[in-house]
C-alpha cells in the first residue's frame, strides 16, 4: 500500500536520563510520515473526525477522539484525510521501553500496566468513553511538573490497563530479533546524541561503524529514510525546538548550541523541516512540554 512505501526511523530526544516526553499542540494537519521508534507511545487527538490512522496492518478513519497506545519498533501515523478540522488537539507523549524495570513490571501492583505494555506490540485503542474520561487528565499533565506530573503518568497508564472496551488494532507484530533497528543504528544514534553540538564528519562516522562513506551512507537511507547529514540536522532542529521554548536563549545562541555555525543555515534547515522560522515557531508553537 502506497501509505507504507517509505516508513522511517524516528529519532526521539529522549536520552536514558530522561522518563517521559510530551508534545501538546493545535494544528490544522497532519503531515509526518509514517514512522516507528523502540519508545512507547500514548497518542490522544481531540477534534480528528477523519483523519485516518495507520498503525500496523490497521487503516481506519478516526472518531472525533481518539486515545491510542503504540508499543516499540511498531509502524504507526495519522493522516489529515476526510478531517476538515483546523483545530486539532494532538497530545503526544512517549516513553523508553525501559523505563519500568522487570523487577518493577513483576509486582502484583503492576500486573495491569505490564499486560498493556505487552498487548501494546499490536497497538491498543481505548474507548471513546475512556478518551473523554481520561482527557483532562491528559491535558493537565502536560503542563504538570517534576514528581507529581511521574506520578500521574503511572497513574493514568494504571487506569488505562484496567479500562474496559480496549482493541488491539494490527494482526501482525514485531519481531525483535530480527527488526530491522540494528546495533549499528543504535551506535550511530548514541553518538550523535553525543556530539550534535559540534562538527560530525561522514568519514567519522563512518568508520566507527566499520563502512565506507558510500555503503554507511546508503545503509542510514535504508534505515532512517534520510542522508547522514539530513539526519544529523533532525537531530540538531529537534533539540533547538525544544530550547525555543523551553529557554531563554537567543534564537542564534541556540543555533550555536545545536551545532550550526552559520545562523542563516540554521533559519535554512529549521524552517525546510518546520515549515516556519525559529522566531514563528517560538512565538506561536503551542509547543511541547518539558522532557523530565
Not at 154 to 165: K, P
Amino acid at each position: 500500500m502506497e501509505i507504507h512505501k517509505n516508513i522511517h526511523r524516528e529519532i526521539t530526544p529522549l536520552s536514558q536520563e530522561d522518563s517521559f516526553l510530551v508534545f501538546d499542540r493545535i494544528k490544522e494537519d497532519f503531515d509526518f510520515p509514517v514512522h516507528f521508534h523502540p519508545e512507547y507511545e500514548l497518542n490522544f487527538i481531540n477534534n480528528g473526525k477523519g483523519v485516518k490512522r495507520i498503525v500496523g496492518d490497521s487503516i481506519e478513519d478516526i472518531e472525533d477522539i481518539e486515545l491510542v497506545l503504540v508499543g516499540p519498533n511498531l509502524h504507526h501515523g495519522w493522516m489529515t484525510h476526510n478531517c476538515e478540522n483546523k483545530s486539532i488537539h494532538e497530545i503526544t507523549i512517549q516513553f523508553d521501553e525501559h523505563l519500568f524495570s522487570d523487577g518493577l513490571l513483576l509486582r502484583r501492583i503492576m500486573k495491569p500496566i505490564k499486560d498493556m505494555l505487552d498487548r501494546s506490540i499490536h497497538g491498543i485503542l481505548f474507548s471513546e468513553k475512556t478518551a473523554k474520561d481520561l482527557s483532562k487528565r491528559i491535558f493537565k499533565v502536560s503542563r504538570s511538573d517534576g514528581m507529581d506530573y511521574f506520578l500521574e503518568m503511572i497513574s493514568i497508564l494504571h487506569d488505562l490497563a484496567n479500562s474496559r472496551n480496549q482493541r488491539l488494532l494490527s494482526t501482525y507484530t514485531v519481531n525483535r530479533d530480527s527488526f530491522e533497528n540494528s546495533d549499528k543504528i543504535k551506535t550511530v544514534y548514541e553518538y550523535v546524541q553525543d556530539n550534535f553540538s559540534k562538527k560530525i564528519t561522514l568519514s567519522e562516522i563512518s568508520e566507527i561503524v566499520n563502512m565506507s562513506n558510500v555503503s554507511f551512507n546508503r545503509f542510514m537511507k535504508k534505515r532512517t529514510g534520510k542522508t547522514f547529514v539530513e539526519y544529523v540536522n533532525d537531530v540538531r532542529i529537534g533539540y533547538a525546538a525544544i530550547w525555543l521554548i523551553e529557554k531563554d536563549n537567543s534564537i542564534s545562541e541556540i543555533a550555536f548550541k545545536c551545532g550550526f555555525n552559520n545562523i542563516a543555515n540554521f533559519n535554512r534547515v529549521f524552517k525546510k523541516l518546520k515549515n516556519c522560522t525559529p522566531s514563528q515557531f517560538k512565538n506561536e508553537f503551542s509547543g511541547i512540554k518539558r522532557i523530565l
